[in-house]
């Protein structure tokens, strides 16, 4: 079983909505990871924390918005999405960026529905 | 750039057979990380196997191989015995950095692999 926790498995949630997308890690990895993967392609990176600061933003639309509240913890809060946004959300976690064979170590996704 | 081809789009295996998924890569960095995730319908990515540019032995994971070959610049996947519940999805990835000691994974298109009973 992954070490990495995301809830909620499922949300469905209409374009005035507000939620949030929540993540959990217990390997005291200090870098963690939002991907989003629309369905029969590879995952796209949205943002890094590392040390519980944004390292990286993909130029995500500003209606996704991460919070890293410690290190063990990554939320990504969702308003305002549009129908194509409706993807799996994927958590990941890595001991630290940086290092030779440092693996990302992934969770087991949020699938979420806009209507 | 960097960049993952895998040009497999499906397969489709006799269960208990051997199975070798391709993978090609291009980098000019002479230090580089390649990684195999699977994917089941599921959703959850889960990581396989590692190879790092300058290890002298090709990686192995219990039935999972990578067969290295740095002058050919390919990582194939090697999954000896395959078994009904290795039909997933499975993913290339190779590191890239940027920034001081930042790095995100460059990803394959995926193969689907699908074991038949």
């Known amino acids: 079983d992954t070490e990495v926790t995301q809830t909620p498995k499922h949300l469905v949630m209409g374009m005035t909505n507000k939620k949030s997308l929540k993540c959990e890690q217990h390997?005291?990895?200090?870098?963690m990871y939002w991907y989003k993967q629309k369905a029969k392609k590879p995952p796209e990176l949205m943002f890094v924390y590392s040390y519980e600061k944004l390292s990286i933003n993909e130029s995500v639309p500003s209606r996704f918005s991460p919070e890293c509240p410690n290190s063990s913890l990554l939320n990504l809060h969702l308003h305002a999405l549009q129908p194509e946004d409706s993807a799996l959300y994927l958590c990941?976690?890595?001991?630290?960026?940086?290092?030779?064979?440092?693996?990302?170590?992934f969770g087991e996704g949020s699938w979420l529905t806009v209507v | 750039a960097q960049k993952i081809t895998q040009t497999q789009p499906g397969m489709f295996v006799q269960e208990k057979e051997a199975v070798t998924l391709d993978c090609t890569y291009d980098?000019?960095?002479?230090?580089?990380?390649l990684f195999w995730y699977k994917q089941p319908s599921s959703g959850e990515m889960i990581f396989l196997i590692y190879?790092?540019?300058?290890d002298q032995q090709n990686a192995t994971e219990g039935r999972y191989s990578l067969n290295f070959q740095k002058a050919r610049k390919s990582a194939n996947l090697v999954i000896s015995a395959s078994q009904l519940g290795d039909s997933a999805m499975y993913f290339c990835a190779m590191r890239e950095w940027f920034g001081d000691s930042n790095y995100q994974l460059i990803w394959g298109a995926g193969t689907k692999l699908i074991i038949k009973p």
């Open positions: 190879q790092g540019s300058y």
């Open positions: 990941a976690s890595s001991q630290r960026l940086g290092g030779s064979g440092n693996t990302i170590y």
């Open positions: 980098t000019s960095d002479p230090s580089y990380g």
């Open positions: 390997m005291g990895h200090r870098a």
